[in-house]
């Protein structure tokens, strides 16, 4: 078993940024990729960015790049997920999520075997 605890979500201004955490714990050796998803209500969960946890590749939606960047600091057993230029759209629940795969494409939830239990981002206007 994999416990994932999320924290850093919060309300922030349009254009701010906000930097969200993740601490895996227990068969954190099964973890081949950590990755971050977000719902908002109404909608599906889709991929934000996913980063395996040894060579560092990085996977991000386009409606990200250049605006988050998702990071592992192995050290503190952390994944982090620093949002820049925050919008409107970018206001939804954020998970965090340890698989076992790494794709470049076609990302989904069913990728994902142990999920945290959500932090929300607010982008007020």
């Known amino acids: 078993q994999v416990q994932l605890v999320e924290s850093g979500g919060g309300l922030v201004q349009a254009g701010g940024s906000l930097r969200l955490s993740c601490a895996p714990s227990?068969?954190?050796?099964?973890?081949?990729?950590m990755g971050w998803f977000r719902q908002a209500p109404g909608k599906e969960r889709d991929i934000v960015a996913a980063?395996?946890?040894?060579?560092?590749?990085?996977y991000y939606a386009d409606s990200v790049k250049g605006r988050f960047t998702i990071s592992r600091d192995n050290a503190k057993n952390t994944v982090y997920l620093q949002m820049n230029s925050l919008k409107s759209e970018d206001m939804a629940v954020y998970y965090c999520?340890?698989?076992?795969?790494?794709?470049?494409?076609?990302?989904?939830?069913?990728?994902?075997?142990?999920w945290g239990q959500g932090t929300q981002v607010t982008v007020s206007s």
């Open positions: 999520a340890a698989g076992s795969v790494y794709r470049t494409t076609g990302w989904g939830p069913k990728d994902f075997y142990s």
């Open positions: 227990g068969r954190t050796f099964s973890i081949y990729t």
């Open positions: 980063i395996t946890l040894t060579g560092g590749s990085t």
